[in-house]
């Protein structure tokens, strides 16, 4: 049942009238516009996130045309790169996130070299600017080192084309900074957001700046591309200091509930009146990939085997099973969807399952499939919608906040592919 309803999201995207109605629907139905719009060359609103799905389905059926498709979506994202104001580096919304939807349909095959040798280039002068301005920082907006938008988020691309001599260099310059960023155990953190760098959505709790815990936007991406570098053989001076000084104050910054270890989305500078080094005292993140105990969990995991760390391993169990045991009413989760939804949530309780061999992940995936599928609205644009504040209904194409990323986690529940895609969201 997941791969064929994966599959009949995918079925409907590839449709380019259907596209079109779900973008329409979207830009009327949301409550954000234009935060909220199709962007035709980011992976998380537009094509290349397409394509990327795409690319899993051919893993899948290799016969069955996905690759056409998937060409097809990055041929459009390409001819959608506007000639002036062109997009930055970023992973979600800029060029690494195209060469991600490229590498992903190459597969190792020869495939987009032309392409890839482009968005290699273009990648250069970017991130050598984000990496000089890091570099000098104390104190920085998190899109200078996140998954979203920063470092972090081009790294995981690098990652995968160290094939390429300047890409293999730049990678290594992306890794020796935020090993320097990340090894620093000053007060405040190098990392930490000062008060006139915090995102409009933050300012009111945070109104003196704050150390981000998010896997999406804080100090858990760069966490965890350098545990994956490192459990992948790359040798960065620094490295697993970066990493041990990172894994280790998400585990002081850890707050106990009724069910087990949790997190806030980020810990207030100065630490509040009330609040204790542990976060006691803050109100914990959604159990999501972008903010909350999965995400940080994942990233602990990857640490604790990067470093053969028993500490950093438990904790990231724990705080798993206490996310499994909290009612689903205490999750936070109102959306299907992978980036803050159920769809993320279940493909990483799926990636503990096979990484521990533990039955309570294993069924606690497949009980949080069943959730997505009677999420499942065959009558709607794509099969499922975003479900913004207020029970606000989108049909959103989107990787990130819409239909495609179900089809992907649904997909890897109901198949034994590899989900190489994961990589894009820091999670293997």
């Known amino acids: 049942m997941a791969v064929e309803v994966a599959g009949t999201i995918a079925s409907r995207l590839a449709h380019l009238p259907t596209l079109e109605r779900a973008v329409a629907a979207m830009v009327e139905q949301s409550s954000f516009p ?53 997009p930055g580096a970023s992973l979600f919304a800029g060029w690494a996130g195209v060469g991600f939807a490229a590498t992903s349909l190459a597969r190792g095959r020869g495939r987009y070299t032309r392409l890839l040798h482009t968005v290699d280039t273009k990648l250069q002068a970017r991130t050598r600017n984000a990496i000089r301005r890091l570099d000098a920082a104390h104190g920085c907006g998190v899109s200078e080192f996140d998954v979203i938008s920063g470092l972090a988020g081009v790294g995981a691309y690098l990652l995968r084309r160290r094939e390429s001599a300047e890409s293999a260099d730049l990678l290594g310059e992306v890794l020796r900074c935020l090993s320097e960023l990340l090894a620093d155990e000053g007060e405040p953190r190098r990392w930490h957001t000062p008060a006139d760098l915090v995102g409009h959505a933050m300012t009111g709790a945070y109104p003196d700046g704050n ?15 350098l545990a994956i570098a490192l459990r992948e053989g790359l040798k960065v001076e620094r490295a697993e200091q970066a990493v041990d000084v990172a894994a280790e104050w998400l585990a002081d910054h850890a707050m106990a509930d009724g069910w087990g270890p949790n997190w806030p989305n980020a810990v207030p500078l100065p630490p509040r009146p009330g609040s204790r080094p542990d ?16 995400g940080i969990a994942r990233a602990l995991w990857l640490a604790g085997t990067a470093l053969d760390a028993d500490r950093y391993r438990h904790l990231a169990v724990e705080a798993m099973l206490a996310v499994l045991a909290r009612p689903a009413a205490q999750r936070g989760i109102t959306s299907p969807t992978f980036c803050h939804g159920t769809a993320g949530l279940a493909h990483i309780t799926r990636r503990f399952a096979v990484d521990t061999g533990r039955s309570e992940f294993a069924a606690g995936a497949e ?60 999670l293997s």
Do not use: I, K
């Not at 041929?75 to 000639?83: G, L």
């Not at 005292?281 to 999965?294: D, I, K």
């Open 34 to 86: 234009p935060s909220v719009g199709w962007r035709p060359t980011s992976v998380a609103a537009g094509l290349p996130g397409m394509a990327v799905v795409f690319a899993a389905f051919d893993v899948h059926e290799p016969e069955a045309g996905w690759d056409r498709l998937g060409h097809r979506a990055l041929s459009q994202a390409v001819a959608a790169m506007p000639e002036r104001a062109e």
């Open 211 to 225: 150390h981000n815990c998010g896997l999406a936007h804080g100090v858990t991406g760069p966490l965890a591309l």
């Open 279 to 294: 976060g006691t005292g803050l109100a914990h993140g959604r159990a999501t990939w972008c903010y909350g105990a999965p």
């Open 367 to 426: 009980e949080l499939v069943r959730e997505l599928l009677a999420a499942y609205e065959p009558d709607s644009v794509l099969g499922y919608r975003n479900v913004e504040p207020g029970d606000v209904r989108v049909d959103n194409p989107g990787l990130l906040d819409g239909a495609p990323g179900v089809a992907l986690a649904l997909l890897a529940a109901g198949t034994d592919d590899e989900p190489a895609w994961d990589r894009l969201f820091l």
